[in-house]
Structure formats: structure tokens, C-alpha cells
T-cell receptor, first 112, second 115 residues
Framework: LAKTTQPISMDSYEGQEVNITCSHN???????ITWYQQFPSQGPRFIIQGYKTKVTNEVASLFIPADRKSSTLSLPRVSLSDTAVYYC?????????????FGTGTRLQVTL | GAVVSQHPSRVICKSGTSVKIECRSLDFQATTMFWYRQFPKQSLMLMATSNEGSKATYEQGVEKDKFLINHASLTLSTLTVTSAHPEDSSFYICSAFATENYGYTFGSGTRLTVV
């Protein structure tokens, strides 16, 4: 499975846009990039998933360059409630379950 | 969307006793479920893969006789921590794979404290 690398922590003020970049140099052709959010004492929650270019949903955008060796999660106008750990995962799209490897994640702290 | 229910959310047990944690997929069938363990300020570590109707496969370093996994139906997997000790205190999280949309959904986790 492709290993991911992302910053350990980030700080932001409320109302700012936050961009978290993840590198996955060994991503395979059939791998998708998926981001999860985790609050303390809770399980990870799916945020967004993409294969290439740009994906946007109601909570975030995901930017993936043509070589797919990295991706950037963009959180528009963060609030205090966005304080959490964000994990970038490379997920094989094989139609069967695969073991998911969690990296360090990025601990985002949002303050006033 | 897909929902995974994990129970209990927190449990305190005495050293030497066993604890069972349940993981249920509420609105989809999950032939495969995963069990993770997470220590404070650390990432999720995969413990084992649970397949319906067959034996679980464990990651290196995880004692299969200590962490018993049963996946008797397409919607339920259980993890039993046997003869628990304080070092087993951790946050345990399950995940279910939905074949319908190839997605992975996580349970809310179980905080186990062994005293």
C-alpha cells in the first residue's frame, strides 16, 4: 500500500481557508485518495475522495495534480469545530476490501 | 449513508477479566470488517481483518489468542479482549467495507480502561 506523508500539525484562525497537503509518491493506477476527519474519542469520519483533478463537496475540496503523487485537502472558512486530526489515505479500488494504512495524520488546531 | 454501530462506547474492567466489543453494520452487509487500536496522540494501528464465516487474520505482533474475533454474520463482528491487563487499555475502532459502494465506514470507537 502507498505510504502517505502529511504535516504533523497545523494552526489556523477561525474563518481562514486551510490547505493540508499529502504526498503519496507510490500511488498505484487504481488507487483513490481519501481523507478522513477524526475528533477525540471518535472514529474517523469520511470527508472526501478523489482520483484526479478536483473534487468538491459541501464540506471540502480535494485537489489532485496530474501525476497524482500528492493531494491537497482544502477546508474553506474553518471554524472552531473543525479542530481535529485529518488523515490522508490511499485506498485501492479493487472491488474487494483492502487493509488501510493510516499515517500520522495532521492535527489541525483552529483558534479565534 | 452507511452506518456502523460500535458498542459499548466505553468500558472499564478489572485486570484479568474479558471484554467483548460489538461492531454492527446497520444498513449494509459487510463481508469484511477491520479492527484497529489507537493509543493517545497516535494514529490508528490495524490489528486484524475479520471475514464473515472464516477465521480472522491478524497483523504481526497481535496475539490472536488474546484478541478473539468472531464474524458470524454479514452485519456483526465482535472483538473479545481476553484476560485484559492495564496495557490493553486503549481506543478500539472497527471499520466495515461495503461492497455496494466499495466504501469504508468506521465505528465510533470503544474506550477500554483496564484497572
Amino acid at each position: 500500500l502507498a505510504k502517505t506523508t502529511q504535516p504533523i500539525s497545523m494552526d489556523s484562525y477561525e474563518g481562514q481557508e486551510v490547505n493540508i497537503t499529502c504526498s503519496h509518491n507510490n500511488i498505484a493506477t487504481n488507487d483513490y485518495i481519501t481523507w478522513y476527519q477524526q475528533f477525540p474519542s471518535q472514529g474517523p469520519r469520511f470527508i472526501i475522495q478523489g482520483y484526479k483533478t478536483k473534487v468538491t463537496n459541501e464540506v471540502a475540496s480535494l485537489f489532485i495534480p496530474a501525476d497524482r503523487k500528492s493531494s491537497t485537502l482544502s477546508l474553506p472558512r474553518v471554524s472552531l469545530s473543525d479542530t481535529a486530526v485529518y488523515y490522508c489515505l490511499v485506498v485501492p479500488n479493487t472491488g474487494t476490501a483492502s487493509k488501510l494504512t493510516f499515517g500520522t495524520g495532521t492535527r489541525l488546531q483552529v483558534t479565534l | 449513508g452507511a452506518v456502523v454501530s460500535q458498542h459499548p462506547s466505553r468500558v472499564i474492567c478489572k485486570s484479568g477479566t474479558s471484554v467483548k466489543i460489538e461492531c454492527r453494520s446497520l444498513d449494509f452487509q459487510a463481508t469484511t470488517m477491520f479492527w484497529y487500536r489507537q493509543f493517545p496522540k497516535q494514529s490508528l494501528m490495524l490489528m486484524a481483518t475479520s471475514n464473515e464465516g472464516s477465521k480472522a487474520t491478524y497483523e504481526q505482533g497481535v496475539e490472536k489468542d488474546k484478541f478473539l474475533i468472531n464474524h458470524a454474520s454479514l452485519t456483526l463482528s465482535t472483538l473479545t479482549v481476553t484476560s485484559a491487563h492495564p496495557e490493553d487499555s486503549s481506543f478500539y475502532i472497527c471499520s466495515a467495507f461495503a461492497t455496494e459502494n466499495y466504501g469504508y465506514t468506521f465505528g465510533s470507537g470503544t474506550r477500554l480502561t483496564v484497572v
